[in-house]
């Protein structure tokens, strides 16, 4: 066995290692449909963008200039002696911000929704008071900035270019830039800029920014590379930015380039391979950036979870762009390796506070569980990368989860404050966010959370829908319109749906002309009686469910094969074509295997795509020593008061000595939005271990 492991990494590794070439003709792969053609109808999604447009963005924006980030800039461009204020990577906090305001361009009702007003950047004057464009005048504004503060030579990095802050928090910054690759986050910063400059361009055809990202991007192909300074980052993000770079420019250095900092990855004759000590226990963990084998050889999912998330993202990218590599296979290892006992039943990657690093295999605590917000966002990016490399549904249908779950549960319900980790129990006194606080926070300097939502919630549509030649993929159920062409012309669908809480869809179809196609609509894993599919999950319902979709096409039921993975419907389409879907959202009970000590005898609740929860707010009882039982019914019903709207779920429980009492549970993503109080989502009910 250990002969056969070795064969294949050797294969793997061997296999990544080519000189890179631009991929050619690209015709048969699964491409991910423009932000620019799907427009969100949908209340629950349209809700959301809404609040981050006029909420959400402006409220940060606000604090990160109270911060002084924006000071940071005017100080780098010599216009002012002030110290530097905030961390080494608090420039990308503003990339990511204006990398939302580009996405937000995408929402054709953002013209009515972008209602900043006065709540708006007070800094940016009065010149800033159109509703209609208030958040693109502020990342102008913002634009300039990093315009004037940029070196001649491309150069940007606040932290670098100004005086030390004399916090006694504040890392001692090195002599001169880029000697401390591993912590300074120069090029993880780049990434983001990169990433935002890239968006930007993209949404408003401005070319001041992405300049700036050109012009930092050469600066960085001059300084890295063989021969040159040979070491990879500390903290994985450049690589993304970088193949963004080459699509809007198709430029190969920057796919080179990116190319390289993974392959240095691992490489311990060019660097000294990284090397992160817990504060707290003091152990040295050799995985925790990454950097302990080459990155075709890491199987196994290590270490800093955002930085592998991001490292694999863009193995999975570069895969799609470059001829020479086959990292899938690595990929697809590394992913089995996570939703084998690495996953929370939110669907975000289970992490744990030290070193904010993977959890070990089964290491699923629920009080302590650190599950950070930007990873649960970058292990959504990953699946839709891979589905885009596969076609295979276990991707998106474990995007679903993650999106009503383990990221949405990231931002509060009017939009002002954020939760940086996602624990699955909370006893109202353990400061589960950053040890600040038991409940969300509006601001904090290790911000990257609050704006990764920012640009994670308007990037929703793309998710959506996959195409491949004349074929569409349905991935998600989110009320949307689609445009996209093929050989005969334009085609639209309307998706109206009453997801998340109820399982009713209608997709109509408009088409230039009568024309055959494909549409592929995903099966979800909740009706094929798997939580997560794929791999060898160790969570499991706890009964078997006979509910099928009933599909309906103008009117007529259809059969289809309900194992299959997509229902595929292959006709001559006409316009005003209407294919009906009842999805029966049953509500379903949740086992863990036993090798979840934590969870041993317990259940969880969901019903369709959410995951539930019982918080102390509305059960004014121990929580931890209540008890279901397999016999007693559950209900579910719409409360339009509750928390803006939410779809509960009720029924009977046991305390106290077998004491009957009413239970209401509400959606995990809808939690502490009421103060600190206790949360249960795992619930004793004498559940026999799977």
């Given at each position: ?435 600040k606080s038991a409940e969300r926070l509006d601001f904090e300097f290790v911000a990257c959370c609050l704006s990764s939502l920012t640009r994670f919630i308007p990037s929703v549509p793309k998710y959506i829908y996959a195409q491949r030649g004349n074929e569409i993929f349905v991935n998600q159920f989110i009320g949307s319109e689609l445009s996209f062409k093929n050989e005969k012309g334009t085609v639209k669908l309307k998706q109206e749906t009453e997801f998340p809480w109820n399982g009713h869809a209608v997709i109509t179809v408009t088409a230039e002309t009568s024309q055959e196609f494909p549409i592929h609509i995903r099966i979800p894993g909740w009706l094929k009686n798997k939580p997560i599919i794929g791999g060898e999950s160790i969570y499991h319902y706890t009964d078997s469910s006979q509910a099928k979709i009933e599909l309906r096409v103008n009117g007529k039921v259809l059969n289809y094969n309900h194992e ?127």
């Open positions: 066995m250990k002969l056969l492991t070795y064969i294949i990494l050797m294969l793997i590794f061997f296999s990544g290692c080519y000189s890179p070439k631009p991929k050619g003709n690209k015709t048969l792969e699964i491409i991910e449909v423009p932000l620019s053609k799907v427009e969100i109808k949908d209340d629950f999604w349209n809700g959301k963008i809404t609040t981050n447009s006029n909420v959400t963005i402006p409220a940060v924006l606000n604090r990160f200039d109270e911060n002084g980030y924006k000071d940071n800039y005017i100080s780098a461009a010599g216009k002012s002696s002030s110290a530097h204020r905030g961390l080494p990577w608090s420039d990308s906090e503003l990339y990511k911000v204006i990398e939302g305001i580009a996405y937000l361009n995408y929402h054709s009702d953002n013209k009515t929704l972008v209602n900043a007003g006065d709540t708006l950047i007070k800094s940016f004057g009065a010149a800033y008071q159109s509703n209609n464009d208030a958040l693109q005048k502020a990342a102008d504004s913002l634009i300039k900035l990093f315009e004037a503060a940029q070196d001649s030579n491309g150069y940007l990095h606040t932290f670098h270019m100004t005086r030390q802050s004399p916090e006694p928090w504040a890392r001692k910054k090195p002599d001169h830039n880029w000697a401390d690759i591993e912590n300074m986050h120069e090029l993880y910063c780049a990434g983001h800029l990169i990433e935002g400059a890239v968006a930007y361009y993209k949404t408003t055809g401005k070319k001041a920014f992405l300049e700036v990202a050109i012009k930092l991007a050469n600066h960085i192909n001059q300084t890295f590379g063989p021969g040159k300074l040979e070491i990879p980052p500390g903290h994985q993000e450049i690589e993304l930015g970088l193949i963004q770079l080459y699509q809007v420019t198709q430029n190969p250095q920057y796919l080179n380039l990116a190319h390289y900092f993974l392959e240095e990855r691992g490489n311990g004759k060019n660097h000294t391979l990284f090397i992160k000590t817990d504060k707290e226990s003091g152990i040295k963990d050799r995985h925790y950036a990454q950097d302990h084998l080459p990155v075709s050889e890491q199987i196994e999912a290590k270490g800093h979870a955002v930085r592998a998330l991001y490292m694999y993202i863009a193995m999975a990218k570069l895969q799609r762009e470059i001829d020479s590599v086959n990292y899938l296979p690595t990929l697809e290892m590394a992913w089995k390796d996570l939703v084998e006992g690495k996953v929370s039943i939110t669907g975000g990657v289970a992490s744990v506070k030290r070193l904010e690093s993977i959890a070990e295999t089964n290491e699923l605590p629920n009080l302590e569980a650190y599950n950070e917000t930007c990873n649960a966002i970058a292990f959504l990016v990953f699946n839709h990368e891979m589905f885009l490399l596969t076609g295979d549904v276990k991707y998106p249908d474990l995007m679903e989860r993650i999106l009503y779950n383990g990221a949405l549960s990231g931002i509060s319900l009017d939009g002002k404050s954020f939760s940086y980790s996602n624990p699955l129990a909370s006893d109202g006194k353990h400061k589960f966010n950053l040890n299959a993975a997509f229902i595929t419907l292959n006709k001559k389409w006409e316009t005003g074509d209407k294919i009906e879907l009842i999805f029966p959202m049953e509500i379903r009970k949740i086992a863990c295997d036993e090798k979840i000590v934590s969870n041993r005898g317990k259940i969880a609740m969901e019903r369709g795509p959410l995951l539930y929860c019982l918080e102390g707010h509305d059960n004014p009882f121990n929580l931890l020593q209540m008890e279901l039982k397999p016999e007693d019914q559950l209900n579910t019903s719409f409360n339009k008061k509750l928390l803006k709207g939410v779809q509960t779920i009720s029924g009977k429980c046991y305390v106290d000595d077998n004491k009957t009492v009413n239970f209401l549970a509400i959606p995990y993503f809808s939690w502490s939005n009421r103060g600190a109080g206790s949360m249960q989502v795992w619930v004793n009910a004498n559940q026999p271990s799977l």
